[in-house]
């Protein structure tokens, strides 16, 4: 279930074995905020079809980034 945020966050991807189509090593993910997924250890990001699924959180590393950059970010995200 999608859940949306005025809160965008990022992550960089580190592992993409088994999901090589959905998910690009070292390419920046938008984070879809999903506490219920958080609680089983994954994490919702948009891939590389431009919608949001769970991966597991070990595959994705968070990135904190400046307001302006967050904001340059997201002008540019699908979502």
């Known amino acids: ?5 005025s809160a965008a966050h990022f992550a960089v991807c580190l592992d993409n074995e088994g999901y090589e189509a959905p998910l690009e090593v070292e390419k920046l993910y938008r ?3 999903d506490e219920e997924a958080a609680t ?3 994490i ?3 891939d590389e079809s431009g ?3 769970a991966f597991s ?6 990135v904190k980034s400046p307001l ?3 904001q340059a970010l997201l002008a540019a995200s699908p979502i």
Do not use: I, L, N
Request: hydrophobic share 30%; no cysteine; glycine share 4%.
């Open 51 to 53: 919608e949001d699924y």
């Open 1 to 5: 279930m999608k859940q949306q945020s």
């Open 31 to 33: 984070v879809v905020p």
């Open 40 to 42: 089983h250890g994954y």
């Open 57 to 62: 959180a070990s595959r994705f590393h968070p």
């Open 44 to 46: 919702r990001v948009v």
């Open 68 to 70: 302006t950059v967050e």
